[in-house]
Structures are given as structure tokens and as C-alpha cells.
């Protein structure tokens, strides 16, 4: 079981390395590259192993968090502090550019948005499908471990049998989430590129608005959906 779960690590560490490899260098690739690598095969790990995991991942997570809410913050005082754009109210050409950035920003996202929750959907289909096949099985083995204790009969068999099912389940639960994750790091380049390219947007259609308005996003959207990811991979121990 060890040697499976090694396998899975390397497995998705090197499908996120080629993934974000076209973003060395830059600040994208860096928080991609902090995050842990992912315990996807936990059957037989111990708390502890999970619960390092857990507390490498969560740091970056908040780190994130943490970036994007001042971002926030200053984008808000630069707006605040922005001067009214006359020449934009006065210019219905300019009104018509201002409104083609946003629709290439919903676009955009719409697309991202789109891919994004494909993949989870059939994560989320593919775990209830696992549940429901295993819930029966494993409430059946409970009713007759009650019955054999209140008979005093052996148990062991009982328990090994229960043993046996909960790791089949978990088997199948890792290689939902193996898919997931892989599927998601394949997607990292296009997510992050169209958050870049999302930001970059929304700053001009600002800047067409306010005269002082010089404020560069940096984070923004593609963080936003990096954040997204961290919070799905630390679900999957969940």
C-alpha cells in the first residue's frame, strides 16, 4: 500500500509540474510549486501522515487568502480615490469598448467557470455513486456485528470482512480523486492564464472609468481559482 501511495505522488507531482511549467518564473508558478504534494492514495495512512498534510497545505491556503483580501483592499481605496472620467460619459464609443471588456471578461470566465465545475460534478456523481453502493453493505456488516455481540458469538471474521470493504471503498474513492486532481492539474495552465487575462481586463475597463486610476491587479482572478483548487485537494482527506 505504501509503495501505491508513492506511486500516486509522483504521479500527480509530475502531471502539476508540466502543468505549470509554462509559468516559470513568475508568480503563478510559485504558489503552484508551495503547494504539498497529495496524499490521493490513503488507505492505510496513518492520522499523523494526513494531518501533515493538512497542516502544509492550510498555511498556503490562508497565505493566498491573506494576498488576495489586501489586493482587495486597495483596489477598493484606488477606485474610491478615483476621478470620474468625463470624456468616457460624453463618448458612446467609449461606452461601447467599456462594455466589450466586460463581456470578454464574462466570457472568459464563463468558460473557465464551465470547465471548472464539469470535473467536480463528475467527482461529486462518482462519490455518491460510491456511497450508495457501500452505505448497504456496510450497514448490513453493522447489524451483524450488534447481533453476533448480543448472541456471543465471534466477531473477527465479522470485523475483517468490514475491514476489507471499508479499504475496497477507499480504494475507489482515491481513484475518484486521483482523476479530479489530475484532471484539475491539467487544467492549470488555461485557469490561470484566463485569470491573468481576466484581470488584466477588468483593469483597463477601470482605468477607462477613472482618470487617476493606475492600480494593477496582481493576484486576482487567477488566485482566486488557485485558492479553489488548495480547498478541493484538502477536502479530499476529508
Known amino acids: ?49 494526513i494531518e501533515s498534510w493538512h497542516n502544509q497545505l492550510s498555511p498556503k491556503i490562508d497565505r493566498m487568502k491573506e494576498l488576495l483580501s489586501d489586493e482587495k483592499i486597495r483596489q477598493e481605496d484606488a477606485i474610491a480615490n478615483g476621478k470620474g472620467n468625463q470624456d468616457f460619459f460624453n463618448s458612446p464609443a467609449l461606452q461601447n469598448k467599456y462594455k466589450d471588456l466586460l463581456d470578454k471578461v464574462n466570457e472568459i470566465q464563463i468558460k473557465t467557470d464551465t470547465k471548472l465545475s464539469e470535473i467536480s460534478l463528475i467527482q461529486s456523481k462518482a462519490i455518491i455513486a460510491i456511497a450508495d453502493k457501500y452505505i448497504p453493505i456496510l450497514e448490513a456488516l453493522k447489524k451483524e456485528l450488534q447481533s453476533a455481540r448480543s448472541s456471543g458469538k465471534q466477531v473477527a471474521d465479522i470485523k475483517e470482512k468490514t475491514t476489507l470493504v471499508v479499504t475496497e471503498k477507499c480504494i475507489e474513492m482515491s481513484v475518484v480523486n486521483k482523476k479530479f486532481a489530475t484532471s484539475f492539474c491539467e487544467l492549470i495552465p488555461e485557469v490561470i492564464s484566463s485569470g491573468i487575462r481576466i484581470n488584466k481586463l477588468r483593469d483597463e475597463a477601470n482605468k477607462m472609468l477613472y482618470t487617476n486610476y493606475h492600480f494593477e491587479t496582481h493576484y486576482g482572478t487567477w488566485m482566486d481559482y488557485l485558492v479553489y483548487y488548495s480547498e478541493k485537494l484538502y477536502q479530499l482527506t476529508d
Not at 9 to 38: G, K, Y
Open 1 to 49: 500500500m505504501k509503495r501505491i501511495f508513492i506511486l500516486f505522488l509522483s504521479q500527480l507531482v509530475f502531471c502539476c509540474f508540466i502543468a505549470v511549467n509554462v509559468f516559470s518564473q513568475n508568480d503563478p508558478d510559485f504558489f503552484v510549486r508551495q503547494l504539498p504534494p497529495v496524499p490521493l492514495e490513503i488507505c492505510g495512512e496513518s492520522s499523523e501522515t
